[in-house]
């Protein structure tokens, strides 16, 4: 595999520079956007390898996007991982851990090595 490509959804300009930089810092390629609207544009142009996605965020909320990838990607194999991000104390945005739409959760805040692990699991990194 070559550079790993990562597609980020973070409306919050703090969180999304901290993820450009930390996944840049790994060697992975970024691109980022801040409304489910952008980021399913980019997801449709690009060939990402995996999906680090804000469940939080305003106009479309993350979960939205989430839901509107797995519909497209219906009946497809492989697809692709997405990793949330999700406030712990925010139940609102997790779903029936049997629902599937989400590949894994990650708790703000987060550990950037869990991050790192998390996706090298799913794209068979590391």
Known sequence: MGVLRV???ADDWSMQ????????????SVVSAQDRDRTLRLWR???FDVVVA?????????WEMVKAIRS???GLEPRIPIIALADAWRSDCRKDPQDEVVDR?????????????TIEEFVGQG
């Not at 520079?17 to 992975?28: A, F, I, K, S, T």
């Open 105 to 117: 959760y990650l708790d703000k805040p987060f550990r950037v090595v869990a991050l790192y692990s």
């Open 54 to 62: 804000d469940l939080q965020i305003p106009r479309g909320r993350g």
């Open 17 to 28: 520079e901290m993820l450009e930089r930390v996944l840049r810092y790994r060697g992975w």
């Open 7 to 9: 597609l980020v959804l």
């Open 45 to 47: 142009k690009g060939s």
């Open 72 to 74: 497209v990607e219906s």
